[in-house]
Structure formats: structure tokens, C-alpha cells
């Protein structure tokens, strides 16, 4: 969440701010219920000083056997008291509200990020590589899976409805194939690998910006407070939460594995078709935690190891800056990489990588002790896919496809398909 003293110093700022995102946070209803819980706290502390007042001109006027006037002072004093206690509660309530308006509100975008009000103003900042050219027509994945024998759909719709997939052969097999590359890459490039639970609180994802204001997107376990994890980024992201780090320790870099659960309930019929947008994907994410100074140096780099999968695997992509309209909630900045679909005929987003500054840290008390000495200091927190695995698995079906209906892998994955080089037709 952001910082108190900048939307009570500064909303003007943040006015800005909603407004380049687009954003309806009740900002006015923030800044009325502090207005009015302030005003609560003042009265409060005036009343609890004339009630410590008034307890001390009660016990003079015992010692000077003014008893009538020390009923009349303890009558009054008592009045005051429920008056304070009617005060705790109001002010209590006020606070409870700030909180919760709050958490509505988004992260403050950096000012090199474009403004603009959706994916119309993202800024292309490089590409890489040549996107595969083919003397025939190709195919969508959906149609080379089938062909192919390794992707089924209809099945997975009878085990567990729309939206799901089953892998059949070497298509499991190259989904594991690729989380296991994705995985060693990046411990090669000084990550420290963790595996964490499936299932995370309530708690953890306010931490990270996916509750209050996204719980429809969320699949809750009915009769507990779990959810399943939509991104690794909620768990690992947590692991510190109310903890305060050494400087010393710092950055940290986390690479995790994980399945990811979402109800796409925004989604309104987007991507219908294939495996872009399901209820059920594999990824691997990336986590830093870092001071302010370093933290946008460490999104170049987490953006760095993010593509470094992407080369490895010789996907053509390009790199784009997300604009005001198309920041993720708790977001900064984020840099969106987008791998060429050859049997779309277009760049599609496979990891998007972000740093939320001090946004999350807030929210999960995420703090680190400076070496200089001091009082702790929030953390800034990162996170970027590397990569979405079935968005991965559908650019190499799709730009590895022959006239034939065959596949040719990359080089990386050969070593983990047992020497495996081209998927042909599975019976």
C-alpha cells in the first residue's frame, strides 16, 4: 500500500496518479474517513488529558475535605469516561475504514513509465530475434497438439470443464522438461531455488496486492481461509513477512515452481481457445528483495533472466514498458516480454516483470536493518515470470512446426528429453 504520509502530504500526487491509470480507488472517501478519524483522535487525547486532569483535582479535593465538590468532580469524570470509551469506539472504526479504503488503492506508477490509457501506449523498448518465416500456411497450436497426439482438451473438459488441458506423452514431457530448464538457468545465474506451499492465506494475499480487490479471481477452498496460489509471487514473496532482514543479506533472489489457479473472471471470454489462458498453468517465478537504492537496477536484471530463458530456448521477442492503463495493480513499473506465435501471426505476453518498490513490503511488513545503523527500512519487492511454462510450450510448438505437422526442439531442451529432438505424431 502506499505510504500515508504521501496521500495525507501529497494527494495531489496521487489524484494524478489514479487518474494516468485510470483507476476509480475512492481516493476522496480515503482522505474524508482520515479527515474524520483524525478529528476522532484529536477530541479523544483532549478528553483523556482532562480526564487525567480531573482525576488529580478529585484527589485535592478529598485531601482538603472538599468531599461535596470531590462527587461533583467524580460524577463529571465518570460522564467523561463514557464519553472517551464512545470516542475509543468511533475512532476505532474510523481507523478500521482507512485500512481497509487503503488496500483499494494502487501503486503510484514510476516517472519513466509511459502515460497512456491501455495497451495502445505501451513503449516497445527492444527485440530479439527473428521471427520463424514458413513457405506454407501454420497451424495454431490447438490444431499441431491434436495432430501431434500430446494435447487434449475435450478429455480435460470431461475431467474438470473449460479452461483446463491434458498433456498427453512427450507433451508432459516437455512440460517438465521445461520447468526443469527454466530452474537450473536460472540457479546457474545465482537464483536460490525454494518450494512452497500451494495454498496460501488470506493474509498473504493482501500482502502482495491480489486481495481485497481481486478475490474473484481467486479460487477459495471453501470452509478455510486457503486459496490456491494464482503466481509463486504470493508465497515467496511472503516467506519474510513481519521479519526484518540484514542489509548485509541483501538482495535476495528466489526462483520457484509452482502451479497457478485462476477463475479468469475478468477475462470475459478472451483467448477461448488453446492453452494462453487457462484455469490451471505451471510457471516459474522470479522474486528479488532489495533496498531502494538497487531496485531498479535489480528489475534490469530480473528482466535480464527472464529473457535469458527465452534466448536459451531461441525465442523470437520483444521487450515492451507497460503504460499507466496497463499497470498491474501493485506495480511500479513492469516490463512485458512477448514471445512471437507463429501460428497466430503475433507477439503474445509471457512474463511480465515488476517492481512494486515499497508497495508490498507495507502491506507484508517486509523490512531490512540498514548497515549504517537506523531504524529498519521497507523493502522493495520484484517479481517477473521466467517464464509462464504453457505459453512457452505453445511458442515452441508454433515456431517449431514443419509442413508435415512435426516439431524441431531447441538444443537446450534435447538433454532433457532423453535425446529427443522433434515431437512427430504419438498413437
Request: proline share 5%.
Amino acid at each position: 500500500m502506499l505510504a500515508r504520509e504521501l496521500w495525507r502530504t501529497d494527494p495531489q500526487r496521487v489524484r494524478e496518479a489514479l487518474t494516468a491509470r485510470g483507476s476509480d480507488a475512492p481516493f476522496e472517501a480515503l482522505l474524508a474517513a482520515d479527515g474524520r478519524w483524525r478529528g476522532a483522535q484529536a477530541e479523544l487525547e483532549s478528553a483523556r488529558a482532562e480526564l487525567k486532569r480531573g482525576s488529580r483535582e478529585v484527589g485535592q479535593f478529598l485531601a482538603a475535605g472538599r468531599r461535596e465538590e470531590a462527587e461533583t468532580a467524580r460524577a463529571r469524570m465518570g460522564q467523561l469516561g463514557q464519553r472517551i470509551k464512545a470516542l475509543e469506539e468511533e475512532a476505532g472504526a474510523l481507523m478500521a475504514s482507512v485500512a481497509e479504503l487503503e488496500l483499494a488503492l494502487p501503486n503510484v506508477p514510476h516517472a519513466s513509465v509511459p502515460v497512456g490509457p491501455n495497451e495502445s501506449a505501451n513503449r516497445v523498448e527492444r527485440s530479439w530475434g527473428d521471427p520463424p518465416v514458413f513457405d506454407f500456411e501454420p497451424k495454431a497450436h490447438w490444431d499441431l497438439g491434436a495432430m501431434l497426439g500430446i494435447l487434449d482438451f475435450e478429455r480435460a473438459a470431461t475431467i474438470s470443464g473449460a479452461r483446463f488441458a491434458v498433456l498427453w506423452g512427450r507433451g508432459a514431457a516437455l512440460e517438465r522438461a521445461l520447468v526443469t530448464y527454466m530452474l537450473d538457468l536460472q540457479l546457474q545465474r545465482g537464483y536460490r531455488e525454494v518450494y512452497v506451499p500451494f495454498l496460501v492465506n488470506r493474509q498473504a494475499l493482501i500482502g502482495t496486492g491480489q486481495l481485497p480487490k481481486f478475490e474473484a479471481d481467486l479460487f477459495h477452498i471453501e470452509g478455510t481461509d486457503l486459496f490456491l496460489v494464482p503466481t509463486a509471487e504470493v508465497p515467496v514473496t511472503n516467506l519474510h513477512r513481519g521479519e526484518v532482514l540484514e542489509e548485509s543479506s541483501l538482495p535476495r533472489r528466489y526462483c520457484a515452481y509452482t502451479p497457478c489457479f485462476r477463475a479468469e473472471a475478468g477475462s470475459h471470454g478472451r483467448d477461448v481457445r488453446g492453452l494462453i489462458r487457462q484455469h490451471q498453468f505451471d510457471k516459474v517465478e522470479l522474486v528479488h528483495l532489495t533496498t531502494p537504492e538497487t531496485s531498479y537496477r535489480e528489475l534490469d536484471l530480473l528482466t535480464q533472466s527472464a529473457e535469458a530463458v527465452l534466448q536459451g530456448l531461441g525465442l523470437a521477442y520483444r521487450a515492451v514498458t507497460l503504460s499507466t492503463g496497463d499497470l498491474g495493480f501493485a506495480a511500479a513499473k513492469t516490463y512485458d516480454l512477448e514471445v512471437w506465435l507463429a501460428g497466430q501471426g503475433c507477439y503474445r505476453e509471457i512474463s511480465s516483470c515488476s517492481n512494486c518498490e515499497d508497495f508490498q513490503a507495507r502491506r507484508a511488513e517486509l523490512k531490512y536493518r540498514p548497515s549504517g545503523g537506523g531504524r529498519a527500512r521497507y523493502l522493495h519487492t520484484l517479481n517477473g515470470s521466467g517464464l509462464a511454462v504453457g505459453r512457452t510450450l505453445i511458442a515452441i510448438l508454433e515456431n517449431g512446426q514443419r509442413e508435415d505437422g512435426t516439431v524441431d526442439l531447441p538444443d537446450a531442451l534435447v538433454p532433457y528429453l532423453g535425446g529427443v529432438r522433434r515431437l512427430a505424431p504419438e498413437r
